[in-house]
């Protein structure tokens, strides 16, 4: 086996053209552009009858004021579907803006457990529509807030240049309320990271360590402010606040999501690398069951 | 005037014909190396050492078993001019040390203000402010390259703003025009290098032999910059299709993305970046004034404010000069010390005289010949080989040639130096080993891995050489007349 011992040194011109191509690319900020999001047009997706999704409705009109006024309401309820295809045809037909639904949709029989069920699985791989997924199950769904959404946490592994889940976020939160921009650095891949640095004699472990660490916070941060900013600049007078830290994400999300009044998560779910849901989006929307999720 | 040039003015020796031709033949092997430096895979400083080390020991052997009463090399002590002597080895009084204390001054000066984030600051600052409009951004670049290798050096001038050049036009998704970017910062680092004294090594090597200050140099060679210049934006903008947006919608876009860069991010502290400001301007003040310093202090000379405002700089950095000292380039030093001990040697051994006879006749040919050919000769050789060598034999010889320095033996006003001075620096344009910045443009375009070989570089760079070159005899004739 090839030993990678002998790596040659970089010239001192190289060592200079990469060291301020550094400092340019730390001067470097994503910004944040702030867009309206008009949703036109809702679509529920509910299993049960018409009667059970006019009361739905109500619930979700309360919960989204500023959905409620601009949009047209629509509902499809069990009997209009009876597989995958026949919904997801209704739904390319309908074309709507958004689509609320529950999970684990006309799998009462199954008594589910940790899944989104194949309706939602299908809907959110499929479809480029934003899904808000609505707190529990179909067979056992919870009650949404009694009151409009207040609180929206944004969570992701990848905030920076984000616009469109900060947008969205902003979107269905009440003016009053507040939005957590949350961004969760894998601190076990960090680790892991860390490890093969320690075994490079070029490189200064604890050096590194810091630097690396600063540059994984600083980034998202930025963009953050930035987000804070632009709201500001648009007219958008909600509270806006930043977490970024190191940890376990579905733990630590977890444990932000028991420490404020979240409302609502938003998050994205398209992985360009597969066709399956992102797999923190996926854990999460499993694992945090009681709050309303907008999967986009 | 130093006492390497003091020295050398008189050889008092017979030198054998066929010593003069041996030491003629490794003058061209040294210069050959240098060439080639790449290939040989050697530090020039290596390369020109072990030459000056050849060179003192077979000259010494040589001046042995030729004729010993009157040996080549002049040993014996330096008779200093309140008549005391000093015993120093040979090499020593042979390295023109005002050149040395300037470079190593300024090179420590430069790289411990550069901490403070000022040039960085101003490069992003210049890059919002072009609104991230290609057109604008070359211009804005290009003068940055300018002022930066009048204030730096060729290559950290180079180095930077090619740095900013790679992230912005990324940012700004316009790496189609990068190579034309790239290109043509790197021909005009070697345009901004002649704007002052200590702008590139040949200008102090040849302004310190001329004995033109600082102030005279800027003066003369302002212009010449400027239109220089400009003239070679818009070559670019005709070669590279660099052209400004038209849409609104184009222009909003493009301003949204570099305002995203935060100039602030490379101060470090406001109270160093302000020092530095002051420093800097502190710097040029006393360089462009040295002459005129009272109490006898000009006598200290150029290299003694360099060293002067290195030191003063490093107090910011008290407790980790050291990484400073480790940062400045001891193998361009070496190079230069060995350089100026084998150009010794080789004065010794007549073989600048051989070469002064034949650029004699070069100077013989009417006015605007004779200058027109020295300075295309010095391009042709400075583009192929390295210019530090070529300035500092062209000084020598020119030092010594009535046509230049006339009867008194001095004349910083002779058109000849500015020959040799446009020549050196902008023959490097011509091919991209031609200097040191050349080498680095080369380096960061290979680094973004875009198309450009060493033939394709001659054939679009030549270009703009050619038309820098004809604008530089025609204004040196010019400035002939006028002064």
Known sequence: MNEPWHHPSPSRSDEAIDEFESIFKRAERTPYRFADISIKSVALVTDGDQQAADVMMVDL???????????EWVSVTGEQFHNVNELLQLMHDRKPDLIVTSRCLSEASLVPQHTLGVYVDVMT??????????????????????????????????????????????????????????????D???????????????????????????????????????????????????????????????A???????????????????????????????????ELTDVAQLLL | MSIFFALSDVVEHEVPVWVTGFYLLVL????????????????????????AGFCLVTETVIGYFTDRAHPML?????????????????????????VITIILGASLFVEVTSRSGIFTWLAIKLTKQSKGDPWRLLVFYGALTVIFSAVLNNVTAMIIVGSLTTVSLGKLERRDLLLGF??????????????TLISSV??????????????????????????????????????????????????????????????????????????????????????????????DLDELGMGFVALFFAGLALWFYKHEVDTFYKAVDWDLLGFFASLFVVIYVMEQAEVLAIIGEGIGAMLSLPGPAAQASLLVSAAAASSVTDNIPLAAVLAKILAVNPLVVGSEGSNPGSPFWWCVIYGANLGGNITPIGSASTVVAMTIIHKNRLPLTFLGFVKVASAFAVVQIILAIGYVWITSHLF
Request: proline share 5%.
């Open chain 1, 125 to 186: 791989q499929t479809l480029s529509t934003p899904l808000l997924l609505l707190p529990g199950t179909a067979p056992q769904p919870h009650p949404l807030a009694e009151t409009a959404c207040r609180g929206v946490m944004v969570v992701t592994d990848n905030l920076a240049g984000d616009d469109r889940l900060v947008n969205h976020a902003v979107s269905c939160c009440d003016p009053n309320g507040t939005v957590w921009l949350c961004h969760v650095e894998d």
């Open chain 2, 182 to 195: 790239l290109i043509t910062e790197g021909l005009l680092t070697n345009v901004g290098g002649l704007l």
């Open chain 2, 202 to 295: 040949p200008n102090i090597i040849v302004g310190q032999a001329a004995g033109i200050g600082f102030v005279p140099f800027f003066l003369t060679a302002a212009p010449f910059v400027g239109v220089a210049t400009l003239v070679t934006l818009f070559q670019a903008r005709l070669t590279f299709g660099v052209k400004g947006l038209l849409t609104d919608e184009e222009k909003k876009v493009a301003a949204e993305l570099v305002a995203g860069f935060d100039e602030k991010e490379s101060v470090p502290s406001v109270r160093f970046f302000w020092c530095s400001v002051l420093l800097l301007l502190g710097f040029i003040v006393c360089l462009a004034g040295q002459s005129a310093l009272p109490w």
């Open chain 1, 188 to 250: 076990l891949l960090f680790r892991r990271y860390l490890d093969a640095i320690r075994r490079i004699p070029q490189i200064n472990t604890e050096q590194a360590q810091e630097l690396i660490a600063e540059q994984l916070v600083a980034i998202p941060t930025h963009y953050a402010e930035s987000c804070i900013q632009g709201l500001k600049e648009a007219g958008v007078n909600l509270t806006v606040e930043q977490i970024v830290e190191f940890g376990h994400r579905v």
């Open chain 2, 28 to 51: 061209i092997g040294m210069v050959v190396c240098l060439a080639f430096e790449e290939k040989i895979h050697a530090k020039k400083s290596l390369i020109v050492g072990t030459f």
């Open chain 2, 74 to 98: 002049p040993f014996g002590s330096i008779t200093l001019p309140n008549g005391h002597e000093i015993a120093l080895p040979i090499y020593v009084p042979a390295i023109d040390w005002s």
């Open chain 1, 61 to 71: 009109k309360r919960f989204l004021p500023q959905v409620a006024d601009a949009a």
């Open chain 1, 252 to 286: 630590r999300y977890k444990n932000l999501v028991s420490r404020y009044a979240v409302d609502l998560l938003v998050t994205n779910t398209k992985d360009n690398d597969q066709l399956a849901m992102h797999g923190m989006a996926y854990a999460l929307s499993v």
